[in-house]
């Protein structure tokens, strides 16, 4: 099965600086990577996701990269702001017959935005 | 905003007892998960389900018992609580067949067992 690994596990950046977390994966034939955001009291929520086709996606603020070669991908979140502060999760399907839209997620980066 | 709700929200409980938290998803996606989340952030899939009738257990072991008998409705049932299910257990549902495979996630319930 799939294996997502995420780093840091914690993340401490002042008002205004980038954030970078990054996720490798083990099964070279997974193909859609999606990010999500998990807010206080909240559920995850996905923010950006990309597919194997493409090297990187931009939303606003928001960016992930993809080096299938290497097999990790990273969110990249520039300007920051307090309302960035959350713990944001990676994830990668596993494939095979059995895995159906099951996502395998990274285990969390908490991210805090100090002003 | 996704159609998923999860109730309670939160639940204090004493040991032994019976308990169902209850998800519900009007958006008719067919794949239905229940995730168990720990203190220290990570997901843990306990159950899934791919259409009524369909039930499976999920990648971390759990006690618990889930049923799928309409697509809208996805209950997960603690026959006897223990302290050792306190935990936030999340709902998610996608759409079968669909381009991409985001899940959308309820707001989650806090399960306390005294």
């Known amino acids: 099965g799939e294996n997502v690994e995420q780093h840091p596990s914690t993340l401490s950046v002042q008002e205004g600086d980038s954030a970078v977390i990054k996720c490798t994966y083990s099964?070279?034939?997974?193909?859609?990577f999606p990010w999500y955001k998990q807010e206080l009291g909240k559920g995850p929520q996905l923010i950006i996701d990309?597919?194997?086709?493409?090297g990187e996606k931009k939303d606003q603020r928001i960016a992930v990269t993809l080096n299938k070669t290497a097999k990790h991908f990273s969110l990249h979140i520039t300007e920051t702001q307090p309302e960035d502060s959350a713990v944001y999760f990676c994830?990668?399907?596993?494939?095979?017959?059995?895995?159906?839209?099951?996502?395998?997620f990274g285990g969390g980066t908490r991210v805090l935005v100090k002003p | 905003e996704a159609d998923i709700y999860q109730t309670p929200r939160y639940l204090v409980i004493g040991t032994g007892k019976k308990i169902t938290l209850e998800c519900s998803q009007t958006?008719?996606?067919?794949?239905m998960y229940w995730y168990q989340q720990d203190p220290g952030m990570e997901l843990h899939l306990i159950h899934y389900?791919?259409?009524?009738?369909?039930?499976e257990k999920g990648d971390l072991s759990s006690e618990s018992t889930v049923s799928r008998i309409r697509t809208e409705h996805f209950p997960l049932t603690l026959e006897s609580a223990r302290p050792s299910h306190t935990s936030q257990y999340l709902c998610?549902?996608?759409?079968?067949?669909?381009?991409?495979?985001?899940?959308?996630f309820g707001p989650g319930t806090r399960l306390t067992v005294l």
């Open positions: 990309i597919r194997s086709n493409v």
């Open positions: 998610a549902s996608s759409q079968q067949g669909g381009l991409t495979d985001t899940q959308y």
């Open positions: 389900s791919y259409g009524v009738n369909s039930t």
């Open positions: 099964d070279s034939a997974s193909n859609y």
């Open positions: 994830a990668a399907p596993p494939l095979g017959p059995a895995a159906g839209n099951k996502l395998t």
């Open positions: 958006m008719g996606h067919d794949k």
